[in-house]
């Protein structure tokens, strides 16, 4: 089995870094060098489909509701979230299921009364 070892994420920049002073970071992980091949697949297919769901938005023959491009889009960075608070450290994971971005993290709403 492989050693894992902490990395550094901004999902905002696309960016996994070994350092922790190298550039601004969102989130702590620890993963092995498997995980982070695919962590960084991921923000590929991110940065592919954002590219698609922009040319996309300026078709506009195309109805606005017919929009697979923004849905691979939401779906990469879903899986982006979900993978990094699998790996997460402890405050990483609170931070994620805080965003409210995995409906499996969702607390049930509390009864009306």
């Known amino acids: 089995m492989e050693n894992k070892k902490r990395y550094y994420v901004s999902v905002q920049s696309d960016t996994v870094m070994h350092n922790q002073g190298d ?3 969102e989130f702590e992980i ?3 060098e498997e995980e982070i091949a695919r962590l960084q697949e991921l923000f ?3 940065s592919d489909d954002d590219n ?3 040319l996309r938005a300026h078709a506009v023959a195309i109805p606005y ?3 697979r491009e923004n849905d691979d889009y939401d779906r990469d960075l879903t899986e982006i979230y979900r993978m ?3 790996l997460g450290t402890e405050e990483t994971k609170r931070h994620i299921a805080r965003m409210g971005v995995l409906p499996e993290l969702a607390e049930p ?3 009306r009364t």
């Open 44 to 46: 590929e297919d991110k």
């Open 30 to 32: 620890d993963a092995t």
């Open 109 to 111: 709403e509390a009864p």
């Open 23 to 25: 550039a601004a970071y």
């Open 84 to 86: 990094l608070h699998k």
């Open 52 to 54: 698609r769901a922009f």
């Open 65 to 67: 509701h017919i929009d």
